[in-house]
């Protein structure tokens, strides 16, 4: 006997019979774990090779979701972009360890996540933010699983639907508007408003833009690179400004320039290391652009929107012009033709009612 928690005995038949306690019932009773073995030798080597690895399993019982978390930041901090890690810390540490925090691994169910999602919602969230949500916390989750050896089920875990809204563009009129007084007030802030109106360009991207990511000789403008406000990793709720790859592979991309916006880049033409938008190697970032574009539109006198409206505007201008969906894709720099007709194109009433008729008028 080994100090009353582990014993070997001789069965009658011969073999060997290890146990050892792995745990204990509600009223105090324990519970064991039994090996076999043909000799004391063999049982006693099973009874510490199970010992070692019920250990290992026991240990992952005490172990909270704020211990896991932190290493499993350790774990993706190398494979994930800057801005990508600042989104996942943000959303665990206002969202998911307020409620999970201080929880063992093996307390949390379906019910307790089901609970969550609805508290999420219930406060007002998207839900296309709360999948967000649980999508975070199922990576840690499974990363807990494969290093602690916990049984966790999410299959029971209800997700809402998401709404797939598609961005809504500018009116024909509005785009007039526009373009007409950047034209009569051309600086390089307009200049940045036509580059994003007439090339889909993203406003990160527009101010990470230099002048020699643009060749003008052949016409094409190269996205290398976007600028981000992201939330500091030490914790607290200051926030700075990155430099950084873009978006993803497909983001990283060339655009023919269309003829019409060469005279105004040639007017502008900067050293090549200087950002466009401010004609220095200074940079402007993406939420003071934001609010100069707003001015634009206040002057105008046009009603105001998000910046990102403009590429949105541009997808589906392209669409009502006859682009075809895989190059309008690649000049969008997305990832799938899916991407593209799910988030941006939504061609207007009239260019359906256009279509609809052209088929009768080719009888």
């Not at 206002?94 to 999420?120: R, W, Y």
């Not at 209800?158 to 009116?171: G, H, T, W, Y």
């Not at 996205?223 to 430099?243: A, D, H, Y």
């Not at 105004?264 to 402007?284: T, W």
């Amino acid at each position: 006997m080994l100090q009353n928690r582990e014993t070997i005995t001789q069965r009658k038949d011969g073999r060997f019979m290890g146990r050892f306690i792995i745990d204990h019932e509600s009223n105090g009773k324990p519970v064991y774990q039994y090996v076999y073995g043909k000799t004391y030798e063999e049982t006693e080597q099973k009874l510490r090779i199970a010992r070692e690895i019920e250990s290992q399993f026991l240990s992952g019982r005490c172990v909270t979701i704020y211990k896991v978390y932190g290493e499993w930041l350790n774990a993706i901090v190398n494979r994930v972009k800057e801005s990508t890690y600042a989104n996942y810390t943000m959303k665990f540490e206002k969202h998911i360890l307020p409620v999970f925090g201080d929880m063992l691994c093996t307390e949390v169910t379906s019910a307790k996540i089901n609970a969550f999602i609805k508290d999420k919602m219930d406060s007002g969230l998207s839900a296309g933010y709360v999948r967000d949500l649980f999508a975070v916390f199922k990576a840690l989750l499974i990363y807990a699983q494969e290093e602690y050896n916990i049984k966790l089920s999410l299959k029971n875990v209800s997700l809402p639907k998401a709404e797939k809204k598609k961005s809504p563009k500018m009116s024909d009129e509005q785009q007039k508007k526009l373009v007409g007084y950047v034209k009569n007030h051309i600086d390089l802030t307009g200049l940045g408003v036509l580059l994003s109106l007439f090339m889909g360009l993203r406003i990160g991207e527009l101010c990470g833009l230099k002048w020699g990511d643009i060749d003008l000789v052949h016409k094409i403008l190269r996205i290398n690179r976007t600028v981000q406000r992201i939330c500091k990793q030490n914790g607290s709720r200051k926030t700075m400004l990155i430099v950084t790859a873009p978006k993803s592979s497909n983001s990283r991309r060339c655009i023919a320039i269309p003829d019409f916006l060469m005279p105004y880049l040639l007017a502008f033409k900067g050293s090549d290391n200087d950002y466009i938008l401010s004609g220095s190697e200074k940079i402007i970032e993406p939420r003071t652009m934001q609010y100069r574009y707003k001015k634009i539109l206040e002057a105008a006198d046009i009603e105001s929107s998000n910046y990102h409206k403009l590429r949105a505007t541009f997808a589906t201008n392209c669409i009502e012009n006859g682009f075809d969906v895989k190059t309008l894709s690649c000049v969008l720099g997305h990832s799938s033709v899916t991407l593209t007709l799910e988030r941006y194109v939504r061609p207007s009433r009239q260019y359906e009612r256009r279509m609809m008729n052209s088929l009768s008028a080719r009888m």
